[in-house]
């Protein structure tokens, strides 16, 4: 089939994509060279790891991947030199000023050449260190965003959130809105992110001056991270440091380009692209499913009005590309949002029946029940949770039903997941799409249904049950339980 428009739009386009070698950036990556084989040329920012060289670390983590079979396959034997013509990894830490990139020519090569910038880079643990997460979340977005202002001919830069970034609001439909309408006043009237570096900095010398321990010293920011989020009304460090990441991207106004905000949802195995099923690492909901699988999580936290939203990566990524190439400058080619700040939900509670937590680990104890887990040693029995709609009635019933020692390591366990994800799995919330909806819309008036087709990320399409049972956890267990049986049976 002869494609124009979406694809069209990514011919000799140069794109500056950070996010190390994370999930959705190799979700990305295999998508824009797999479709358009002639975009001009891609730069990956990559930490350098334990490579010795920026092709060592690409070659190992990222093409060598599963997820390019397809190009693999498509190219043969002359892949390693389609991806050397088409891919540039560079050493790089998005924490530092100018990408901590040293190579001060092939900067330049970039602020002249680069056509666009994608910036993936997070760290998305729960339970990170707040120092971290503050650096690469937080102050990571805002010096992605200053390489962006310095690139020449820079047509857009897309910032990829998460929907959770949503301070206070549990209930009802969460609208695409600036976090700058949502935020306490307190918040409004300082710099927050001056304060918590300055705060952070304070902290880890009181640590150094007495001298702790590595292990003390983690402990100590993993302590802040809390008290700080809960502090301004976030959850944990993860959504809060993200939600300041957009703050500080919504600081930089003055820009002579689009900027393009996406939130998603908690992002899931690919539905179809470039085939079913591929996963990397355990994502929000997996060490929920696995533990039904392990015969772990007798009890948990859930009711039928609450929803957990979730999108296959491919979806999210095919979203992506959508509108990079409506919003970019020289194109915006379908439709306008107004200006040049513009936010993106993706997920899908707002255009299927939303998915709930007690549904979802549902299926994968039915799941379990006809496919045990077996690591090599005895075979894992599933156990059916037992779900309670508040935290309070959750540790009612652990007190009142678990007092043997022999059960108390796996309701401790549960406890501690329970604890983890309390604001996720009662949240009674859903996500406003309006904005992906009428992307989705246009594109298929504008484009045709055949290439609109090729960029679905409507989750009308997915039967969720199929989907879980046939998809996302026999894809869990194929690239994630299975090659890192070890660590997996810890849990």
């Known amino acids: ?26 979700l990305f990556v295999e998508k824009i060279l797999r479709v358009q084989p002639n975009v001009k040329h891609l730069f990956l920012l990559l930490r350098d790891g334990d490579a010795s060289s920026p092709t060592q670390r690409l070659n190992k983590d990222v093409t060598g991947k599963e997820l390019f079979r397809v190009l693999r396959k498509k190219h043969g034997l002359a892949f390693d030199s389609f ?9 790089g830490d998005v924490s530092l000023e100018n990408l901590g990139i040293k190579d001060s020519d092939l900067e330049k090569k970039m602020h002249k050449e680069v056509h666009l910038v994608a910036n993936f880079a997070a760290t998305t643990n729960f ?36 929907a959770f970034v949503c301070t206070g609001e549990t209930r009802g439909v969460i609208l695409e809105k600036p976090l700058s309408q949502t935020l306490k006043e307190s918040s409004k009237n300082l710099d927050i992110i001056e304060e918590e570096k300055k705060l952070i900095h304070r902290r880890l010398n009181e640590l150094k001056a007495e001298q702790v321990s590595q292990k003390q010293e983690t402990a100590a920011m993993k302590e802040l991270r809390l008290e700080r989020a809960k502090l301004y009304g976030w959850p944990n460090t993860y959504a809060f440091t993200k939600a300041l990441g957009e703050i500080t991207i919504g600081r930089h106004l003055n820009r002579n380009f689009p900027v393009v905000i996406v939130r998603p949802t908690a992002v899931t195995s690919t539905y179809r692209d470039p085939f079913p099923g591929w996963i990397e690492g355990f994502k929000a909901l997996d060490p929920m499913v696995i533990s039904v699988g392990k015969g772990k999580l007798p009890c948990f936290l859930g ?9 296959p990566g491919d979806m999210l990524v095919n979203s992506i590309i959508m ?26 509670s707002t255009h299927t029946e939303p998915t709930k937590i007690i549904k979802l680990l549902e299926y994968a104890y039915d799941y379990f029940l006809e496919n045990p887990i077996w690591m090599g040693g005895d075979t894992d029995q599933t156990v ?19 007092t043997v020692p022999a059960k ?59 989907y879980m049972m046939n998809i996302h956890i026999p894809g869990l267990i194929k690239y994630v339980v299975k090659p890192h049986a070890g660590n997996i049976s810890k849990l």
């Open 83 to 91: 991806i050397s013509e088409k891919v540039t990894p560079i050493f």
């Open 127 to 162: 339970d990170d260190r707040y120092d971290v997460a503050l650096a690469v979340n937080t102050m990571g977005a805002k010096h992605v965003l200053n390489f962006a202002e310095k690139c020449e001919n820079l047509e857009l830069f897309l910032h990829v959130s998460t």
């Open 408 to 466: 108390g390591q796996k309701v401790q366990f549960a406890k501690w997941l329970a604890e983890l994800y309390e604001p996720y799995v009662l949240f009674k919330g859903t996500f406003d799409t309006s904005a992906s909806n009428e992307l989705r819309m246009w594109s298929k008036a504008y484009y045709g249904p055949g290439e609109a087709d090729i960029f679905d990320f409507d989750p009308k399409h997915i039967d969720w049950k199929d």
């Open 1 to 26: 089939m002869e494609l124009s428009g979406i694809v069209q739009s990514l011919e000799n386009k140069i794109i500056l994509i950070t996010g190390s070698t994370g999930f959705l950036l190799k």
């Open 323 to 348: 509108m990079m190439v409506n919003h970019g400058k020289t194109n915006n080619l379908i439709f306008s949002r107004g200006d040049n700040n513009i936010i993106y939900q993706i997920g899908s």
């Open 384 to 402: 059916k949770p037992v779900f309670f709609p508040s935290m309070s009635n959750f540790q009612l019933h652990i007190n009142n039903n678990y």
């Open 303 to 311: 009711d039928n009005e609450s929803f957990f939203d979730i999108i």
